[in-house]
């Protein structure tokens, strides 16, 4: 079965320091592997998506992922954290219906 | 466009008491989902539904029932509710599956809480 692992459920920056949040797959088959963003008491907004076409990722808001077959990972990052970025992050992977989310990395930026 | 809507927005029930969440979706739309978020889980799906008329069950299905009488809507029930249904409930609708359109769009989410 598919499934996506994040790692560390809590990630704090400074405001302009690069952002990484770190995702694993697990897959027997070619994923497609997507990031959401979650603001408060709001639903789920995408990021970016990753369906095969280019390993490397941008998204909206200035985030991109690369996707690493040998590492099986897909991680998020931003050269430079802003107070909005500030959210709740999840990576999810598609398998035949519906998604299969992590438990989401919550980011919070420091000023 | 409004997208994918949720009502309501919030509900608090008693245990044992039954509702219906409403989801509806202005995109035509072939598939929509339900999910449930609780802390440190993520997302997890409850149903789902690959057109009118069709429901199938997702990875928690147990105390929940839907339909999906117009393809622009569809329900979740709870007959019974316990107070491990106390969670935000999220709906989610995407295109045919092809290979392009996996993308899920997301309803801003019920959040109900079973006393």
């Known amino acids: 079965a598919q499934s996506v692992t994040q790692l560390g459920s809590h990630v704090s920056v400074s405001e302009g320091a690069l952002v990484l949040l770190r995702c694993n797959y697990s897959?027997?088959?070619?994923?497609?592997l997507f990031w959401y963003v979650q603001y408060p008491n709001q639903g789920l907004q995408l990021l970016l998506k990753?369906?095969?076409?280019?390993?490397l990722v941008k998204g909206i808001n200035g985030f991109e992922a690369e996707f690493k077959k040998s590492e099986t990972s897909f991680h998020l990052t931003k050269p430079s954290a802003h107070m909005s970025d500030a959210a709740e992050y999840f990576c999810?992977?598609?398998?035949?219906?519906?998604?299969?989310f992590g438990a989401g990395t919550r980011l919070t930026v420091k000023p | 466009n409004a997208g994918v809507t949720q009502t309501p927005k919030f509900r608090v029930l008693k245990t044992g008491q039954s509702m219906t969440l409403l989801c509806a979706q202005d995109?035509?739309?072939?598939?929509m989902y339900w999910y449930r978020q609780d802390p440190g889980m993520g997302l997890r799906l409850i149903h789902y539904?690959?057109?009118?008329?069709?429901?199938a069950k997702g990875e928690v299905p147990d105390g929940y029932n839907v339909s999906r009488l117009k393809k622009q809507n569809f329900l979740l029930g709870l007959e019974s509710a316990a107070p491990s249904q106390t969670s935000v409930y999220f709906c989610?609708?995407?295109?045919?599956?092809?290979?392009?359109?996996?993308?899920?769009?997301f309803g801003p989410g019920t959040r109900l809480t079973v006393t």
């Open positions: 989610a609708s995407s295109y045919s599956r092809t290979l392009s359109s996996y993308e899920q769009y």
């Open positions: 897959s027997s088959v070619p994923p497609y």
């Open positions: 990753y369906t095969s076409a280019a390993t």
């Open positions: 999810a992977v598609s398998p035949a219906l519906g998604m299969r």
């Open positions: 995109m035509n739309h072939e598939y």
């Open positions: 539904s690959v057109g009118e008329g069709t429901t």
